[in-house]
């Protein structure tokens, strides 16, 4: 299962979408979901943004880093990008702690493992 979490700067979990087969790409997991929409309807304030890895596409509210960034402004744009995103990865970990559950494998039904992954 292919899931997509997202926490705020203080490591609270805002959405998470967990349904998608694991093969799936993360740009599509966000196209369809209802964050994306969120944003794309100017519901969420003006000058909030999300912090996205490699693998999400940029958008004007979507901050991903530079694929080769350039010296000087987007190395440090870059530098800054992985800094901030530590706190989505100190998020899941927190996660992970508190529901044992998610450190590996999930030997259930794709729909099965998806509710036990939003139960927690």
Not at 23 to 34: E, P, Q, V, W
Not at 75 to 100: L, M, P
Not at 109 to 120: D, H, R
Request: proline share 8%.
């Amino acid at each position: 299962i292919n899931t997509q979490v997202v926490f705020d700067a203080d490591c609270n979990i805002l959405d998470v979408v967990s349904k998608w087969p694991g093969s799936t790409h993360d740009a599509r997991i966000l196209n369809k979901s209802g964050m994306q929409q969120l944003f794309d309807r100017n519901i969420v304030p003006p000058g909030c943004h999300l912090l996205g890895h490699k693998g999400y596409p940029q958008r004007r509210w979507l901050l991903t880093p530079f694929p080769r960034p350039q010296p000087g402004a987007q190395q440090n744009y870059n530098r800054a990008h992985r800094c901030t995103r530590s706190v989505v990865e100190r998020g899941i970990d927190q996660w992970k702690r508190r529901f044992h559950v998610l450190h590996g494998e999930i030997r259930q039904t794709p729909q099965k493992a998806s509710n036990i992954i939003m139960a927690c």
